[in-house]
C-alpha cells in the first residue's frame, strides 16, 4: 500500500518534470514562470488564472506558470495554512494557538464582516504575511531548482538514432 503511494507521488512528479523540460523557451522564462505558478498557487485566492496574467504581463512563460500553480494550488493548502499561521504569528509575535482558535472561530461563524473590525484584522494579517514568506521562499526554491535542472537537460547532448 505505501509502496503505491510512493510509486504515485514518484509517477506525478516525473511527469511534472517531463512536461517543464519539454516547453519550448528558454531556461529563464520557464524558470521564472514556474516559480510565479509556485508563488501564486500557495496564496489563497490566487492560482492558475492570476498566474496565467501574470505571467503574461511580466513576459515569462505561460505553460510553465500554470503548472506550477496546478501543482501547488490546492493540496497544499492544509499544511501551508499551520505553517502561516505559526510564522505570521511569530513576526507580530502573537500566540499562533490563539490565532488559530481565532480563525477557526471567525470561520464557523462566517460573520466577514468581522474580517473589517481591529480584532478580526489580528487574526488576518498574521496568516497573510505567514503566507506571504512560505509563497516567497516556495517560488524561489521552485524557480532555482527548475532553473537547474532545465538547464542541466537542455545542455545534455541529444542523442539521434
Given at each position: 500500500?505505501i509502496?503505491?503511494?510512493?510509486?504515485?507521488?514518484?509517477?506525478?512528479?516525473?511527469?511534472?518534470?517531463?512536461k517543464?523540460?519539454?516547453?519550448n523557451?528558454?531556461?529563464?522564462?520557464?524558470?521564472q514562470?514556474?516559480?510565479?505558478?509556485?508563488f501564486?498557487?500557495?496564496?489563497?485566492?490566487?492560482?492558475?488564472?492570476?498566474?496565467?496574467?501574470?505571467?503574461?504581463?511580466?513576459?515569462?512563460?505561460?505553460a510553465?506558470a500554470?503548472?506550477g500553480?496546478?501543482?501547488?494550488?490546492?493540496?497544499?493548502?492544509?499544511?501551508?495554512?499551520?505553517?502561516?499561521?505559526k510564522l505570521?504569528?511569530?513576526?507580530?509575535g502573537i500566540d499562533?494557538?490563539?490565532?488559530?482558535q481565532?480563525?477557526?472561530?471567525?470561520?464557523?461563524?462566517?460573520d466577514?464582516?468581522?474580517?473589517f473590525?481591529?480584532?478580526a484584522?489580528k487574526?488576518?494579517?498574521?496568516?497573510?504575511?505567514?503566507?506571504?514568506?512560505?509563497s516567497?521562499?516556495?517560488g524561489?526554491?521552485?524557480y532555482?531548482?527548475?532553473?537547474?535542472?532545465?538547464?542541466?537537460?537542455?545542455?545534455?547532448p541529444?542523442?539521434?538514432?
Open positions: 500500500m509502496a503505491r503511494i510512493i510509486h504515485n507521488i514518484l509517477q506525478f512528479f516525473k511527469s511534472i518534470y517531463t517543464l523540460v519539454a516547453i523557451d528558454t531556461p529563464q522564462k520557464i524558470a514562470g514556474f516559480g510565479l505558478g509556485v501564486l498557487g500557495i496564496v489563497p485566492g490566487l492560482g492558475p488564472i492570476a498566474s496565467l496574467v501574470l505571467a503574461t504581463i511580466l513576459k515569462m512563460n505561460r510553465a500554470l503548472l500553480s496546478l501543482l501547488t494550488n490546492t493540496w497544499l493548502s492544509v499544511v501551508t495554512f499551520f505553517m502561516a499561521v505570521g504569528s511569530a513576526a507580530f499562533w494557538k490563539n490565532a488559530c481565532n480563525w477557526k472561530a471567525l470561520a464557523a461563524n462566517a466577514w464582516l468581522d474580517l473590525k481591529l480584532s484584522l487574526i488576518a494579517l498574521p496568516v497573510m504575511l505567514g503566507y506571504l514568506i512560505i516567497l521562499l516556495a524561489l526554491l521552485a532555482l531548482l527548475s532553473l537547474t535542472i532545465i538547464l542541466t537537460v537542455k545542455r545534455k541529444q542523442l539521434h538514432p
